[in-house]
């Protein structure tokens, strides 16, 4: 302890209480725990429900402002692919990035 610090005083043990696990005596410290790694970028969740919303607005847009009339049994499973070869794309840009800073990571 350094001077500038004073240590908390303990409470008293009160009957009853030394059984609950909220007034356990401290464990030894051992090692400390791992820094935690943060995941640096956009969260793959809110780029997918942006674009998501992107894309219904751009339809609504222009099913607004022509008259094209969508076919929904050719629609939806082009848009099902379409959502399919997206999370292909980024599956495979996140993999690649995640080895290109494996490489560049100084090993301990």
Same mark, same amino acid.
């Given at each position: 302890?350094?001077?500038?610090?004073?240590?908390?005083?303990?409470?008293?043990?009160?009957?009853?209480?030394?059984?609950?696990?909220?007034?356990?005596?401290?464990?030894?410290?051992?090692?400390?725990?791992?820094?935690?790694?943060?995941?640096?970028?956009?969260?793959?969740?809110?780029?997918? #429900? &942006?674009?998501?919303?992107? %894309?219904?607005? $751009? @339809?609504? *847009? =222009?099913?607004?402002?022509?008259?094209?009339?969508?076919?929904?049994?050719?629609?939806?499973?082009? #848009? &099902?692919?379409?959502?399919? %070869?997206?999370? $292909? @794309?980024? *599956? =495979?840009?996140?993999?690649?990035?995640?080895?290109?800073?494996?490489?560049?990571?100084?090993?301990?």
């Amino acid at each position: 302890m350094s001077d500038r610090t004073t240590p908390l005083p303990r409470a008293t043990d009160h009957a009853g209480q030394a059984d609950h696990p909220d007034h356990a005596p401290p464990r030894s410290q051992g090692a400390a725990p791992p820094e935690p790694q943060w995941i640096s970028g956009p969260a793959p969740t809110t780029t997918l #429900a &942006g674009l998501l919303a992107l %894309v219904v607005a $751009v @339809l609504a *847009g =222009v099913r607004l402002t022509t008259d094209i009339d969508l076919d929904w049994s050719t629609a939806l499973p082009v #848009a &099902g692919i379409a959502l399919g %070869v997206i999370f $292909v @794309l980024l *599956g =495979v840009v996140s993999l690649s990035v995640r080895a290109r800073r494996a490489e560049h990571r100084p090993t301990d």
